[in-house]
T-cell receptor, first 111, second 114 residues
Framework: GESVGLHLPTLSVQEGDNSIINCAYS??????FIWYKQESGKGPQFIID?????DKRQGQRVTVLLNKTVKHLSLQIAATQPGDSAVYFC??????????FGTGTRLLVSP | DGGITQSPKYLFRKEGQNVTLSCEQN?????MYWYRQDPGQGLRLIYY???????QKGDIAEGYSVSREKKESFPLTVTSAQKNPTAFYLC?????????????FGPGTRLTVL
């Protein structure tokens, strides 16, 4: 498979555990945030997004938390499965400016 | 099936050659983007187009060229002027004009210079 990030921070969890992936963003004017999942050799997949007027948003097995005070975003994955193994990265956007992408975190799920 | 397609999946280029990467979308999105991805780095924007027959340089446009003759298509040419073209190239599309403007990605093309 293709490695999209040879030196990324890595989070290793056991199957069934909950995973928390963190992202610090840089622009205090950012008002829209997205989490993407990228499997080896594939394009990024949209997971969940959140607007700055919200602190929390839930999807299927995933929750995104936004702390604007410290410019921090997190992605929580419940009951992590081997198929969740991938690189996860956040993206931020301020108004009508372009999306800015983070470098990502590799999640490794062992059975 | 709605989505974004990129071809080819793998591409090999000899030094001094130009190559063109294809990107097609049937999502009826107005905007399209090309990114380059290198190990350990975030996505870097090469070119983007918000409407047919118009495009703008991104952060690393040198050595690349694009065209946007149709809404559905946004091909990227990697020219011989690009000094280090070996990378994973990603195409995306979105509907701008809203502050969310979520971008959806294609499967990518891996370009290797021999």
């Amino acid at each position: 498979g293709e490695s999209v990030g040879l030196h990324l921070p890595t989070l290793s969890v056991q199957e069934g555990d909950n995973s928390i992936i963190n992202c610090a963003y840089s622009n205090s004017a950012s008002d829209y945030f997205i989490w993407y999942k990228q499997e080896s050799g594939k394009g990024p997949q949209f997971i969940i997004d959140i607007r700055s007027n919200m602190d929390k948003r839930q999807g299927q097995r995933v929750t995104v938390l936004l702390n604007k005070t410290v410019k921090h975003l997190s992605l929580q994955i419940a009951a992590t499965q081997p198929g969740d193994s991938a690189v996860y990265f956040c993206a931020e956007k301020a108004g009508f400016q372009k999306l800015v992408f983070g470098t990502g975190t590799r999640l490794l799920v062992s059975p | 099936d709605g989505g974004i397609t990129q071809s080819p999946k793998y591409l090999f280029r000899k030094e001094g050659q130009n190559v063109t990467l294809s990107c097609e979308q049937n999502l009826n999105h107005d905007a399209m983007y090309w990114y380059r991805q290198d190990p350990g780095q975030g996505l870097r924007l090469i070119y983007y187009s918000q409407i047919v027959n118009d495009f703008q340089k991104g952060d690393i446009a040198e050595g690349y060229s694009v065209s946007r003759e149709k809404k559905e298509s946004f091909p990227l040419t990697v020219t011989s002027a690009q000094k280090n073209p070996t990378a994973f190239y990603l195409c995306a599309s979105s509907n701008p004009g809203t502050s969310t403007d979520t971008q959806y990605f294609g499967p990518g093309t891996r370009l290797t210079v021999l």
